[in-house]
Structure formats: C-alpha cells, structure tokens
C-alpha cells in the first residue's frame, strides 16, 4: 500500500510557466518535507512543514513556495520555473522531527522537466 | 554546512565480489541513515545507525557506524545483480530537521 503519494510522475512545463506538484500520505505524520534532487547530485532539502509551522532553508530560492492544508496533503508550488529547476522532486514524512531515530518515508519523487 | 562524502562515487563489479562503501564527515551527526535508490523512484531506506560503533546486519548487508559518528560504511558480501542501484549516505543532527545526504554512490553487479 502507497504511504506517501506524488502526483504527478512526470510533469512538462515551460519556462515561466507556474506548476504546482502535490504530495499526500496516509501515515499521519507530523512532518512533511519537501527535497530536489537534480541528476546525479544528492537530495537538498528545500523546506519543511511540522504541522502547519513552515520551515524554509536558508538557501532556497523565493521561487519555491509551498502550502500544507491538512495533514495529509502538501503542496510544491513554482512560481516561474527555470531551466535549472528542471529536477526530481521528493516528498518525505516523519512523524516527528527531533529525534534521532525518527525515519523519513519517501514518495516516488515527480519529475520536472522545463521547456 | 555539514558536508557527507561518498566514496566511491561509481562501483561496477561482478557477481558474487564483496565491496564496500564509505561515508565520511567532518561534522558528528546524531544518526546516520542508508538509503537505496533505483532509477526514477524516491529512496527506500535500509537502515538508521544512531550509537557510535554500531554494527547492523541486513542479509547481505552490514552497516557501521563509526566510534565518532562522523563516518559510516556499508559491505555488502556476494554482491548480486539486484543488488544495483544508487546508495545514498543521510545524517541527521546539528539541529537540521532535515537530512543531509551525500552524493551517493552507483552500484552496477554484473551477472
């Protein structure tokens, strides 16, 4: 059974163009997070829900939002897509933050290509 | 910045061989995950390590976690074509929420 959903798979947009990518789970977890992992590169963590508190890195750029309205559902939204944004798009849960031994369960990633 | 390096970064070997993988850091971290991750999926996790010399086992698989939690390392023993795929250090700590991961390293076994 599917624990952490993304929709969709695969997503084409064009340069400038918002698209929105969507993530749902079923474990009831606390925390969501949101990484991009471009090809061959390690993911980056881009931001983070613990409940409705949001959690942006430092580096992230302006153009990435995202929404969480309940918690099941978190939302990625770019505003103006880049040629460089063009990625893989990960969304992880973890039912709490703090602890060491908290686990992060991953979706099947979404992935953007950029026109 | 907490920096995880992976080595190596490609491995190609045949059926049946032993390897290893390291994971190695300047910054102590208060967990250390593996994950496996094949083409176009999201990674799947193998195994947390959280105290300082920790040894796991995973069929195949044995996960070290150094004395220092700086470092860790992964042996597979006779390695099989399923074995294949991205293998990706993460830690956790220095207060980040999120996970840190290395660069991974490419697993290709050969039949």
């Known amino acids: 059974d599917a624990m952490v959903i993304q929709n969709p798979r695969y997503q084409v947009t064009q340069f400038g163009k918002p698209v929105t990518l969507s993530c749902s789970q079923t474990?009831?977890?606390?925390?969501m997070y949101w990484y991009q992992q471009k090809s061959s590169q390690a993911p980056k963590l881009l931001f983070h829900?613990?409940?409705?508190?949001?959690?942006n890195e430092a580096d992230t750029p302006d153009n990435f939002q995202s929404r969480r309205p309940n918690t099941s559902f978190c939302f990625l939204d770019i505003r103006s897509p880049g040629l460089g944004d063009a990625a893989m798009y990960l969304c992880?849960?973890?039912?709490?933050?703090?602890?060491?031994?908290?686990?992060?369960?991953f979706g099947p990633g979404t992935r953007l290509t950029v026109l | 910045t907490q920096l995880l390096e992976q080595s190596p970064q490609f491995l190609s070997i045949q059926e049946g061989e032993n390897l290893t993988v390291y994971c190695n850091s300047s910054?102590?971290?208060?967990?250390l995950q593996w994950y496996r991750q094949e083409p176009g999926e999201g990674p799947v996790l193998l195994v947390t390590?959280?105290?300082?010399?920790e040894v796991k086992k995973l069929k195949r698989l044995t996960f070290q976690f150094g004395d220092a939690r700086k470092d860790s390392s992964l042996h597979i023993t006779a390695a099989q074509p399923g074995d294949t795929g991205l293998y990706l250090c993460?830690?956790?700590?220095?207060?980040?929420?999120?996970?840190?991961f290395g660069k991974g390293t490419h697993l290709i076994i050969q039949p």
């Open positions: 992880a849960t973890s039912r709490e933050s703090g602890t060491n031994t908290d686990t992060q369960y």
């Open positions: 474990l009831n977890h606390n925390v």
């Open positions: 829900y613990y409940d409705k508190d949001f959690n």
């Open positions: 910054s102590v971290f208060s967990s």
């Open positions: 390590v959280v105290t300082g010399g």
């Open positions: 993460a830690g956790k700590g220095g207060g980040a929420d999120g996970l840190t």
